[in-house]
């Protein structure tokens, strides 16, 4: 029998459970008990995250990859870069970069969020994964992917064409998520963004 994580994100105490029965006495009796079963943790965690993150738990296509991606930005040195985590095949897989391009940069950390997404979607054709979640805190990396905002800058352009030939070859949606709001993921993509340019 495959395993489950039970998320018990409203019960008597809240939290990741691995049986039925851990999960069944917080919640039984409960008013208002909100939990939900996963197959992976992954899932279960996105869950907990909250009414935000919680479309990157539901609908998760079982052949799918959940990934967060946030990017950063050093004002001494000009450069930007992009941390991401993605959630794959029970892996946790980590990304980090960083890249010097002056008129990129021009964009600040923006720059970093949208080559965190490109950096998932690229990982994600080159291996094969049917589908992915790209969790992000800053809105226009959904916004100019899916031409709802107009991109009128060099890097927005690059971005909203590189989504358009990514999606030829992998099906992807995105999760706004709120930033530095105690979000794991969302806080370790930033971590590991800041990581790359050696801001601590």
Request: hydrophobic share 40%; with cysteine; net charge negative.
């Amino acid at each position: 029998m495959a395993k489950k994580y039970y998320a018990v994100r409203a019960g008597r105490e809240t939290g990741i459970f691995e049986t039925w029965e851990a999960c069944r006495r917080q919640t039984t009796g409960f008013k208002g008990a909100a939990f939900k079963s996963f197959p992976t943790r992954a899932e279960a965690e996105a869950y907990m995250q909250g009414a935000e993150s919680l479309a990157c738990a539901e609908n998760f296509a079982a052949d799918g990859a959940v990934a967060y991606v946030d990017g950063s930005y050093h004002s001494g040195t000009k450069a930007f870069s992009c941390g991401a985590v993605l959630f794959l095949n029970g892996e946790e897989l980590h990304f980090s970069e960083k890249f010097e391009d002056p008129q990129l940069a021009e964009m600040h950390n923006v720059a970093g969020e949208i080559k965190g997404a490109e950096t998932i979607l690229t990982y994600c054709i080159e291996h094969e994964v049917p589908s992915v979640t790209i969790c992000h805190d800053y809105e226009g990396v959904a916004r100019w992917a899916t031409g709802e905002w107009k991109a009128n800058k060099p890097g927005t352009i690059a971005y909203r064409e590189f989504c358009r030939r990514a999606a030829e070859h992998v099906r992807f949606r995105f999760v706004k998520v709120k930033g530095h709001s105690g979000d794991k993921y969302n806080d370790l993509a930033d971590r590991l963004a800041k990581d790359a340019l050696g801001i601590p």
